[in-house]
Every structure is written in C-alpha cells, then in structure tokens.
C-alpha cells in the first residue's frame, strides 16, 4: 500500500514537472512573439502603415471607377429606349405625308401644300432636336451597303448602280453616339441576271479572238 502511495506521488510529481516545462514553453514562445513585435522600428511601422493607406486609396477609387461606370451605363441606357421609341413620331410623320399625299381629293391643291409643309417643319425640328442630343440619321442612298448601319429589305434591278448600292430608302435608319439605334430598312441594286450573262458571254468571245 505504501508503495502504492509512493507510486502515485512519483507520478503526480513527474505530471507537475511536465506541466511546469509546458507552461514555461509556452511563456517563452509569448515572450519571444511580443519581443519580435516590440523589435519593429518606427520608420518600419510608417512604412507598414503608408502600404496600408495605399491599398485603401486603390481600392476606394476602383470603386469610384466601377460606380461612375455603371451609372454611365445607366444613363445611356435609359436614353437609348427612349430615343428608340421617339423614333415612332418621325415615322408617324412619314406615314402621314404619304396619306396626304396619296389623297386623291387633296392632289393639287393648296391645303396639301401648306400641310405638307408643316409637316417638314416638324420633321426637321425633330431631326434638330435629336442631333443636340447625339441621335443621327444614317446616310444611305447611293451608299453600298453596310451590314452594320443597314438592313436590305428587297433588291432593285438598276443597271446604272453597282450591285449591293442602296437606291432606296423604306426606314431611315439612326445612331445614338457610337451606338446603333436602328438600321436604315433599304432596296439594294442588282444587275439583271440575263444582261450580265450576256455581258460575260461577250467578255468571254471577246477574249477567244
């Protein structure tokens, strides 16, 4: 039993030892890190600050970039569906034109006239307005044609233009800045196909001789 004891002591002594070693290590390693944090010098925790300020400043005017970025977008966006849809009163207008124009009853007379005529008044206040505002016709009529500006609606024989040359205009088309608002709707020249056929037969007797 006294053994046992004795044991027992022994052990809880070798624990308390143990115990005792861990927690001066454990010291030494605290004591160590705060004596290498004590060891930065002034200038280095400028240095360390002003790398800091940096990042900070960098990151501040990304943002500032991002949100004047998106708030341009915005904007172009919002005046790019509303120029779309004021579109519709210049079409409007064209429409009307025709009509009157068409009206068997008004040929001729002075009424039509004078209504035709206001009518192009409007239309070029309209076309005034919108150039203020960077909204632009698209120059078509004897153009060639331009996939990007213009959308070929049917072709016109015509043997006095090159093929692909827009000899007519059914919509007029408009930009908005560097933007695309709508394509000019044309009628494209084509050269008629029997005509060219001979014309090649003959460049081909031509060259046999």
């Given at each position: 039993?006294?053994?046992?004891?004795?044991?027992?002591?022994?052990?809880?002594?070798?624990?308390?030892?143990?115990?005792?070693?861990a927690d001066k290590s454990f010291k030494s390693e605290v004591d160590a890190q705060k004596k290498e944090v004590k060891e930065i010098t002034p200038e280095e925790k400028i240095i360390e600050l002003e790398d800091k300020l940096a990042r900070t400043f960098a990151e501040m005017e990304n943002q500032r970039r991002r949100f004047e970025k998106e708030k341009e977008d915005a904007f172009e966006y919002g005046g790019f569906n509303f120029a779309r849809e004021a579109l519709n009163l210049i079409d409007n207008l064209e429409r009307s034109k025709q009509?009157?124009?068409?009206?068997?009853?008004?040929?001729?007379?002075?009424?039509l006239?004078?209504?035709l005529e206001?009518?192009?008044?409007?239309k070029k206040d309209?076309?005034?307005?919108?150039?203020k505002n960077n909204i632009k016709p698209i120059e078509s009529l004897n153009k060639k044609l331009d996939p990007n500006f213009h959308q070929a609606m049917m072709e016109i024989i015509d043997e006095t233009k090159e093929t692909g040359t827009i000899v007519?205009?059914?919509q007029k088309g408009f930009t908005i800045k560097d933007r695309l608002l709508r394509p000019s709707l044309v009628g494209v020249s084509k050269k008629n196909t029997k005509n060219e056929e001979k014309t090649q037969e003959n460049k081909d007797n031509f060259k046999d001789k």
């Open positions: 039993m006294e053994k046992e004891e004795n044991l027992d002591k022994k052990v809880n002594s070798e624990n308390n030892e143990e115990n005792i070693d009509v009157l124009e068409n009206d068997e009853k008004l040929k001729g007379t002075e009424a006239k004078k209504a206001h009518l192009e008044i409007i309209l076309i005034s307005i919108f150039e007519q205009e059914i």
